[in-house]
């Protein structure tokens, strides 16, 4: 996995509250067996026309947005289904951190295991970063992991929380199966206690 | 000890390691898989060249994708649909993992297989690539959905990297009234806490409703803790649970019946229990509900009429503009006078045996409306013999439903079961997102007795009116 440590970029801003994963990627595309290649899917009903045209209001579709490295959402985005299609077309599309006052839960895991900063700020913090993000292109926003700061166009610093464990992941790209590995005496001790206490499961 | 709740209690018989800054690994007791979010884990094991650590455990079945009409086992027409199935059977086949293929009667929805072929049991711990898998929590089971890179670490650890959520109370109290049931108890909660309202959260449901359902009842309910946001639904396991447990096929017997049966037994929250979040509704206020938009919290009963979008607060305002600009409705329209196309019947909500005899019950004898399509599918092929062999299959027939094979079908409308741009329908699924049911399709979510009665009227009814 790739490594998140810093990150200068342009923000979209996506205000809808319960951004739901059928929304991020509809179930059409999940019948890849690869997780590469669905960029281009992200958000697809609400950037393509039936006819496969682009819809030009949609935020992404828009010049200033089409590089946009970072979403700024509407309340409890990635609600809805388990499908890590959702992390990875927005990876590929070239999403690398979402930002939201909340997310749901699945999602939320899911963005740490695809190398994605989901942040999640109290209302009037992210409503700044809305603001900025509504500026357009000239606006990059700057995120530190490390330092757990966003600054904005304007130079407003603002700090969020993250679990050490998941920063410390982020921050190195680690791969949680070989870490999970190293305890593999643990969870043969764990099984043959189990065996003893509960031999029905 | 300081008193637990049941969700603590099943956590802590689960750790198997700790970090300090508690972090755990959580061991998993049964890991659900399915063909489409599995093939790029087993794709991960392969090129780790890892195996699977506990494939006893493991359980896979094809139901997301697969078509329900007669011909599937020879033949899926949709490429990949087929590649998805044939990696699964492969997949399933190379690692040595419990398989049911689409040519097995015991194949169906994955949370539906689970309970009926004893793989879910009390106080497991249950996990599968899907967010529906909180439906195994009314036996008492930590059960809940996990990405494709969580799925790959189960496989290859029997473990997830966890931390503790927070406990939340679901207290529903009293009885139920005549045609009200389980789905409405779970709407109307979400439409009490909202989408969000559990996250961070596992709940417990309990009160005198919720242990006056039965278990098909109980797991409509926990099914839908997703929907509102919460990790994971619990329900404390009881009489009914054990009984439902007993004599299937994967369930333990003799000593190992009785030891379990011990356990079991201590499995429900301390009356002292510390609680971070306590919701309680009267069973007796609870009405029959529907959905108006595409959100599971826009939830109103029958009784009501479209909300104007300015009667909401923040985001929601714009929010439940554009659900009714999706779903062609107006502000003050009564929800009764909504017309539909379409009736779905099915899914791992609403598609058990007793969901099928609620809506054949007011089915029985009637014709459905002219112009209105209607499916039901079984959540299994056990399902689909069951309501055969007791005549319910029949009455769907007569009433000019059509009777489908076992699968997640137009829950999720993976399979050519869609609904076409614009087509209106009554479902007793548990999504009613934008494009759920198929590209500009619109859901409105209800109980298997509701849709009957819109089936047969041809718009939103109250089944009270019928009964
Ligand atoms: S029936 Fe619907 S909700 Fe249930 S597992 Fe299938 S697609 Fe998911």
Known sequence: ?201 | MSPKTLYDKIWDAHVAHQAEDGTCLLYIDRHLVHEVTSPQAFEGLRMTSRTVRAPEKTIAVPDHNVPTTAGRDVHIDNEESRIQVDALDRNAKDFGIHYYPVSDVRQGIVHIVGPEQGWTLPGMTVVCGDSHTATHGAFGALAHGIGTSEVEHVLATQTLIQKKSKNMKVEITGHLRTGVTAKDITLSVIGRTGTAGGTGYVIEYCGTAIQELSMEGRMTVCNMAIEGGAKAGLIAPDEKTFDYVRGRPNAPKGAQWEAALAWWKTLSSDADAHWDKVVTIRGEDIAPVVTWGTSPEDVLPITGSVPAPESFHGGKVDAAKRSLDYMGLEPGMALKDIKIDAVFIGSCTNGRIEDLRAAAEVLKGKKMAPGVRGMVVPGSGLVRLQAEQEGIAQVFIDAGFEWRLAGCSMCLAMNPDQLAPGERCAATSNRNFEGRQGRGGRTHLMSPAMAAAAAVTGHLTDVREMM
């Open chain 1, 1 to 201: 996995m790739d490594a998140f440590t810093t990150l200068s970029g342009i923000a979209a801003p996506m205000p809808l509250v319960n951004i739901d994963t059928d929304m991020i990627i509809p179930k059409q595309y999940l019948k890849t067996i690869k997780r590469t290649g669905l960029g281009v899917a992200l958000f697809d009903e609400m950037r393509y026309n039936t006819d496969g045209s682009e819809k030009p209001e949609f935020v992404l579709n828009q010049p200033q947005y089409r590089k946009a490295q970072i979403l700024v959402a509407g309340d409890n985005f990635g609600c809805g289904s388990s499908r890590e299609h959702a992390p990875w077309a927005l990876a590929d599309f070239g999403i690398k951190a979402v930002i939201s006052t909340s997310f749901a839960d699945i999602f939320f895991n899911n963005c740490f295991k695809n190398g994605i900063l989901p942040v999640v700020l109290p209302e009037p913090d992210r409503d700044a970063c809305m603001q900025d993000a509504e500026k357009g292109a000239n606006s990059r926003i700057e995120i530190d992991l490390g330092a757990q700061t966003i600054t904005l166009s304007d130079g407003q610093v603002i700090t969020f929380q993250i679990d050490q464990f998941r920063k410390h992941c982020l921050l190195n790209g680690l791969d949680d199966i070989g870490l999970t590995m190293e305890k593999a005496a643990s969870i043969a001790a764990f099984e043959e206690k189990a065996a003893q206490t509960r031999p029905w499961v």
